[in-house]
């Protein structure tokens, strides 16, 4: 599992959730920064004075309106990193200083319309369609603050440090004790008490320890009223007029809530999304795309795990993580190979369905009506097991559609291996082959 878990990992963090112990992913709404700002400021958190562009024309007039030569601009694209990414076209950086509306109009022209490639990107990077412009504030001290929910203390806990506009992966890693976390009773929620001391703790001057508590307690109600599942601030800033703002934003929502925060759910970025991710969503299928040629389709977090696992153990590599769940349907399985064939880097497909509450005929009926509509030229390895097994067995077998159907796991994902390094020799070489 493991390696598995590496494998995704380099791609993008949105492998966390596959990790997760519940069987339903989890796809957690993340907002661009300038949708945050303004999120924080309807919660009384101070920010720099800023607003956003979609156009050069844009950026210039928001320079213009601010007032001042001393400004920022930031790619709004949905990942970390953007100071050190590049753009496709080749400019270096997501992130800059300006000085003047001009600048502001000739960055916003490098940065429009381009994909943005960070270490959490990808390759082929996120696109941006928005810049956000805002005054630039000079900082005596940058502090890292956020909330989220942890498993062991059962409720949201604060996680603060004096190390701030830092990774703070790396401060745990090499400066622990510069990382203060507090827990937070849900029913008490986080009181003033609880927020002044945190502050002193952190290294707020005395002016500002205040200033500092009134903002924690904020983002805590933000948390609590708005269902984030995290609210992530770096760097927190102390100015030299001992004034707290929030230089940065991110904050995640959970999707259950979707039915009562309709006015976050609203500024849902679609196009910063992997497209099979929200065609599966409308199935309900818990699909993530990675960088391997053997497109999977299991049912259950667990056993989709151990399916990638087995398939690199015999030298492949899973093109996707994809659980069916247990209530999926004929439709919904056509659905899935179709999101699965769509993937170009696709040269076979396994099938592995444990069938519990899940039927193997239901898996079996939705793989043969995929075989025909969609004309699959791909190899189709299924192993199936469970509930209504000896039907879907006679379901494919009278299809007469060439599926190679496998009872034993190992014997299976080798043959899927075997059937993709196939393909993908005979790609690279430039020869057709055609599986019928």
């Known amino acids: 599992m493991f390696k598995s878990l590496r494998t995704a990992s380099t791609l993008s963090n949105r492998v966390a959730m596959v990790a997760r112990q519940n069987v339903q992913q989890k796809r957690f709404l993340n907002i661009h920064e300038y949708m945050s700002v303004d999120v924080m400021r309807k919660f009384g958190v101070n920010a720099p004075r800023g607003h956003v562009a979609k156009t050069p024309e844009e950026a210039f007039d928001v320079a213009k309106r601010l007032g001042t030569n001393e400004l920022v601009i930031k790619a709004q ?56 412009i805002c005054e630039r504030k000079y900082a005596d001290n940058e502090y890292y603050f956020a909330i989220l929910m942890d498993r062991q203390s059962a409720g949201p806990v604060i996680v603060a440090s004096s190390q701030g506009g830092m990774d703070i992966e790396a401060v ?42 009134k903002t924690f307690m904020n983002l805590y109600k933000l948390f609590d009223e708005k269902d984030a599942t995290q609210v992530e601030i770096n760097p927190l800033t102390e100015t030299r007029e001992h004034e707290v703002l929030a230089m940065d934003a991110k904050l995640n929502f959970d999707d259950n809530a979707e039915f009562r925060q309709k006015d976050v759910f609203e ?17 309900n299928l818990n699909y993530i795309g990675l960088d391997g040629s053997i497109g999977c389709l299991v049912n259950g977090a667990g056993l989709a795990m151990a399916t990638m696992d087995i398939i690199q153990l015999h030298g492949g590599k899973p093109a996707n993580f994809l659980d069916v769940g ?34 193997c005929d239901v898996i079996a009926e939705g793989i043969i009506a995929a075989a025909k509509d969609l004309d699959l030229k791909i190899p189709l390895v299924v192993r199936l097991k469970g509930t209504k097994v000896n039907e879907a067995k006679k379901l494919i077998a009278d299809s007469g559609l060439r599926i190679t159907a496998i009872d034993d796991l190992d014997i299976a994902a080798k043959k899927a291996v075997g059937y993709a390094n196939i393909l993908t020799t005979a790609r690279d070489a430039g ?3 055609k599986f019928e």
Do not use: W
């Open 267 to 283: 500024l849902r970025d679609f196009s910063q999304e992997d497209a099979r991710e929200i065609s599966a969503a409308k199935y």
């Open 431 to 433: 020869i057709k082959i």
């Open 326 to 359: 247990g209530g999926a349907t004929p439709e919904a399985v056509k659905a899935a190979f179709e999101i699965i064939t769509s993937d170009p880097h696709v040269t076979s497909a396994f099938v592995n369905i444990f069938g519990g509450i899940m039927r």
């Open 172 to 213: 745990a890693k090499e400066n622990p004790q510069a990382i203060v976390k507090l827990p937070v009773d849900f029913k008490k929620g986080l009181t003033h008490d609880q927020a002044l001391d945190l502050a002193k703790k952190v290294g707020f001057s005395d002016a500002a320890q205040e200033d500092a508590a």
């Open 77 to 132: 694209v949905l990942a970390g990193g953007r100071g050190k990414g590049h753009f496709d076209n080749g400019y270096q950086g997501g992130v800059h200083l300006i000085d003047s509306p001009e600048k502001a109009k000739e960055l916003a022209s490098k940065m429009l319309g381009h994909n943005l490639i960070t270490k959490q990107t990808g390759a082929e990077g996120k696109p941006c369609n928005a810049v956000y």
